[in-house]
């Protein structure tokens, strides 16, 4: 129970914060303080999760903050604020828990943790400007062992971080840049986890990695993302973020979590391309031999390792043309096969069994060398140069890191799948590489999150609060639940926001408008009649579920109609919400066209955005593999794959464009959804009865 002490800590938090802002009390805000104080509160571990559904306009990044910051605290445990975007990361670390802290006059420590990639590796941007010195461009290698070789302009890049990191005007995070810094450039300045040598290093006191990394040793609450959460689940827990069973999480845009995590835990393995990696080992052994000739333990490693590399490949060859001819026996313009219940075949899965002993046994022998180059690092008196030591440790750890990406899904697909589990995803797809080159990559997901996170997050926690917007699909959890495992004990509330939605605003359904289903007829009423419903002088957003029908119907637009729209692929998104922004300041009429990004998480307030024009409901693809086979488990199972899936997904998806409409508590307008079977199909009247309480006008 929620003791006196913390009770008090917490209203007089909330106080202090209305008074700083002149703010009154908001009902839905209060119950979720209240909600969550009480979960986090209580003493069994199964009711230490709380789901809180908290509409627009409630303030659930304050509400979450008062509650959870000072029971981790009396609890001693950290906070960990795990959101789905980056923009919300800067914000909560930027705006919102800085002044929450202020105004509360709080004194917790804060951190902000991002992946390692995120970060510069000193050694790295050394080694490049080294290379770019001698002009040497074998001296230095890509992750895909690609000759580094860069142009003027990434030389000059290079020359101005080093300055700039010298300097201590920039940290070595990439986000904090002044410029966009291209993909290419970037990942030839970063290591993973088995390339960085750690506290061997020559530079590590001045890492910037490694200085984000001891912040968090003083943090009581850290600010990071769905997938940083996940890459420490798949870890182990409490490799990159302190271990589960001391943290209490709060998953801000929960209704990513899910989907978050099927991504995360999937593996893929692109045959040629892995081909082409093993072939070269035997070239960069041969080529670090001469180096290391003094040192037994590596002498006698390098033929154990050339040799399994061969060996591996020998079993992986074969696959190729076996998964071609699988291929080819389907007509499907996807170049796609998925294998029914996940299941691969016996034969197939002994190749598995194969190539999984074969790489388990490989990676062992590559483990040793990485130690006993680890152990080179730290004897002085070792005869080759540290320089050439960190670079074959940085080639090393390359092939472990490739190696254990190899072995993560031959080692799903080994495993022949019972008949009381949720089963894997599996699929073939031939794969363009470019320059007319192709490849099969072959696919293993589990379909849902369910049985990982119950085992390694909810089972784990001491606490947990998924919250968003939108939570609720046809007016229940059941989706989330089905989606993240979260177990029935936990607390489900949904809290209201501040809008009063049938005052605010109107639905409009056009009665003579055409079922999205019937897509040729249903893109002409689009292009025939989204001119009659622009906002003048404000702004309008169109959403559209197909990019195809989206560029059709802006190929078919009057040409006045165009020159004051933005269609998405046009800009970036963030650009096109700013020139959006800026034509509205100049008194213009501007219109926003654009897909399912623009669907949630774009912020535009007052005359920004005045109309929601939604072209159809946003059913997903139905020819995704993962989709197609949750479809397949749920119907073998006795259910019914539209409304246990699609459905409750379509719904949540029509919330979330919905709620692009009303930011502001004194926002007023219209959303108009373009598709009549939501008139005329049974299921429409499921639809619409989920959607916020606007004024009707059907």
């Known amino acids: ?14 106080r202090q914060f209305l008074k700083s802002r002149d703010l009154k009390p908001r009902l839905g805000q209060k119950q979720m303080i209240a909600a969550i104080a009480n979960s986090l509160a209580q003493d069994n571990s199964d009711q230490r999760l709380a789901v809180i559904e908290a509409g627009t306009g409630t303030g659930k990044t304050v509400g979450y903050l008062l509650a959870a910051l000072p029971l981790a605290r009396a609890l001693e445990k950290t906070l960990v604020v795990a959101t789905g975007t980056v923009a919300l ?21 804060v951190a902000l943790v991002k992946g390692r990639g995120r970060y510069i590796c000193n050694l790295r941007l050394e080694q490049c400007l080294d290379a770019i010195k001698s002009k040497d461009a074998g001296l230095f290698l890509f992750e895909d062992e690609l000759q580094f070789n860069p142009g003027e302009h990434t030389e000059t890049l290079y020359r101005e971080l080093a300055s700039a990191l010298e300097g201590g005007s920039w940290d070595g995070d990439r986000d904090a840049w002044d410029t966009r810094i291209h993909d290419t450039d970037w990942r030839a300045l970063t290591v993973d986890q088995r390339q960085c040598t750690g ?12 200085k984000a990394r001891a912040e968090l040793e003083e943090a009581d609450c850290i600010v990071a993302n769905h997938d940083l959460v ?14 589960p069973e001391d943290c209490i999480y709060i998953f801000d845009e929960g209704h990513r979590l899910g989907e978050t995590a099927v991504r995360h835990f999937g593996a893929q393995c692109r045959i040629n391309t892995t081909l082409n990696w093993l072939e070269l080992i035997p070239k960069q052994i041969k080529g670090q031999t001469p180096l290391f000739e003094k040192d037994e333990t590596i002498i006698k490693l390098m033929p154990q390792i050339e040799t399994g590399a061969r060996e591996i490949m020998d079993q992986l060859s074969v696959t190729y043309p076996l998964f071609k001819e699988t291929i080819d026996s389907v007509d499907d313009e996807r170049k796609l096969y998925r294998f029914p219940q ?30 006993t180059l680890n152990e080179a690092l730290s004897n002085k008196d070792y005869p080759v140069p540290t320089p050439d030591i960190e670079l074959f440790y940085q080639q090393v750890g390359n092939w472990l890191s490739r190696a254990e ?25 031939l794969d363009d590489t470019g320059s007319g080159n192709v490849d099969i990559s072959i696919n293993a997901s589990p379909v849902q999150a369910t049985d990982i996170l119950r085992d390694q997050l909810w089972g784990s926690c001491y606490g947990a609060v998924i919250t968003s917007a939108t939570l609720k699909s046809l007016g229940n959890f059941n989706t989330l639940k089905r989606e993240t495992g979260i177990p029935d004990s936990a607390q489900f509330l949904s809290v209201a926001g501040a809008f009063n939605y049938s005052e605010a605003a109107v639905l409009h359904v056009p009665s003579d408008s055409i079922e999205g289903n019937a897509v040729d007829q249903h893109t002409d009423y689009i292009a025939d009649n989204l001119s009659s419903m622009v906002e003048k002088k404000a702004g309008t957003l169109v959403l559209f579920s197909s990019r195809r029908q989206m560029q059709e119907v802006y190929d078919r637009l009057d040409t006045e109609l165009q020159k004051i729209s933005l269609i998405q692929g046009q800009y970036s998104n963030r650009e096109m919400v700013r020139l959006h922004k800026e034509r509205i300041n100049q008194g213009k009429t501007s219109v926003l066209i654009g897909l399912a990004s623009f669907a949630e998480g774009v912020d535009l307030p007052g005359n920004y955005c005045k109309h ?42 029509l919330i979330q464009a919905c709620g692009r409409l009303l930011r502001t508590e004194t926002d007023t307008g219209a959303v108009s959804i373009l598709d009549k ?14 959607l916020p309480p606007f004024r009707r006008q059907m």
């Open 405 to 429: 990406s190899l072995l993560a899904l031959w080692d799903r697909l080994k495993t022949q799948l019972s008949d009381n589990t949720v089963p894997m995803a599996c699929w073939l797809r």
């Open 612 to 653: 929601v024009v939604i072209a159809k409901l946003p059913f997903m693809v139905p020819d995704d593999p993962l989709h197609e086979a949750l479809a397949e488990w749920i119907e073998d199972n006795g259910g019914n794959s539209f409304f246990d899936i699609a459905l409750p997904i379509a719904s949540l998806r």
């Open 230 to 243: 996940m890459a420490d689940l798949a870890l182990g827990g409490g490799l990159i973020l302190p271990p």
């Open 199 to 210: 506290r061997r290093c020559r530079f590590v006191n001045q890492c910037p990695f490694f």
């Open 89 to 109: 990361q800067e914000q909560l670390i930027l705006k919102d828990i800085p002044e929450l802290l202020q105004a509360c006059d709080w004194d917790h420590q």
């Open 677 to 690: 079977r939501l008139l005329t199909k049974r299921y429409g009247s499921q639809l619409l009865d989920a």
């Open 1 to 14: 129970m929620l003791d006196e002490a913390n009770r008090e800590t917490i209203q007089q938090g909330y």
């Open 342 to 371: 996940g299941d691969i075949g016996e034969g197939t899965r002994q190749l598995a069994q194969n190539i999984s002993a074969l790489t388990s046994s490989w990676l062992r022998r590559v483990e040793m060398l990485k130690d």
